[in-house]
T-cell receptor
Framework: GNSVTQMEGPVTLSEEAFLTINCTYTATGYPSLFWYVQYPGEGLQLLLK?????DKGSNKGFEATYRKETTSFHLEKGSVQVSDSAVYFCALSDGGGADGLTFGKGTHLIIQP | SAVISQKPSRDICQRGTSLTIQCQVD?????MFWYRQQPGQSLTLIAT?????????ESGFVIDKFPISRPNLTFSTLTVSNMSPEDSSIYLCSVETEDRVTGYTFGSGTRLTVV
């Protein structure tokens, strides 16, 4: 079956630090890959996505590249802000949208001023 | 993208009772998905609901415990039956975006506490 593995948190960084949150996946087909973010007290929001190998998703300064050879979709940001503090979920969709999403366990990111 | 209204937003329920969660979408969608997010955990897919057919449940989830209705293309309900404290979770509904490429939209969730 499908699975997503992401680094456990919490991850604590200082403002303006470089961020990497690792995500690797196992899938039977050719999945689409997503990063979702959950800010404190808010619902789940799509941050970025990639639908095929070598695609790069980007949004709000965050980037992730779909690496089929390493089955990875690591999330990066060059300079984090306090407002980036949230829980980040890596997820995949396999089956053209018919099967819903398989989520990683989530990474709690804390940015200190 | 679709806007989802989910209610109730939270509830505290007695063990042994049942709670029905409603999910209303502002556009017609083929499939709706129900997830559970246990405290401090990730989201787990409970079932997929298609209009006009029985829901498809994931391993570990059964219809008797989580009956789902899907009477039309914009509405679905999830019932948590015969609740126990272990059912305390956030329950979310989700739909695929119209372009089938952008991703999935989520409701704001129902925070359930069973006492």
């Amino acid at each position: 079956g499908n699975s997503v593995t992401q680094m456990e948190g919490p991850v604590t960084l200082s403002e303006e630090a470089f961020l990497t949150i690792n995500c690797t996946y196992t899938a039977t087909g050719y999945p689409s890959l997503f990063w979702y973010v959950q800010y404190p007290g808010e619902g789940l929001q799509l941050l970025l996505k990639a639908t095929k190998a070598d695609d790069k998703g980007s949004n709000k300064g965050f980037e992730a590249t779909y690496r089929k050879e390493t089955t990875s979709f690591h999330l990066e940001k060059g300079s984090v802000q306090v407002s980036d503090s949230a829980v980040y979920f890596c997820a995949l969709s396999d089956g053209g949208g018919a099967d819903g999403l398989t989520f990683g366990k989530g990474t709690h990111l804390i940015i200190q001023p | 993208s679709a806007v989802i209204s989910q209610k109730p937003s939270r509830d505290i329920c007695q063990r042994g009772t049942s709670l029905t969660i409603q999910c209303q979408v502002d556009s017609q969608v083929t499939m709706m998905f129900w997830y559970r997010q246990q405290p401090g955990q990730s989201l787990t897919l409970i079932a997929t609901a298609n209009q006009g057919s029985e829901a498809t449940y994931e391993s570990g989830f059964v219809i008797d415990k989580f009956p789902i209705s899907r009477p039309n293309l914009t509405f679905s309900t999830l019932t948590v039956s015969n609740m126990s404290p272990e059912d305390s979770s956030i329950y979310l509904c989700s739909v695929e975006t119209e372009d089938r490429v952008t991703g999935y939209t989520f409701g704001s969730g129902t925070r359930l506490t069973v006492v």
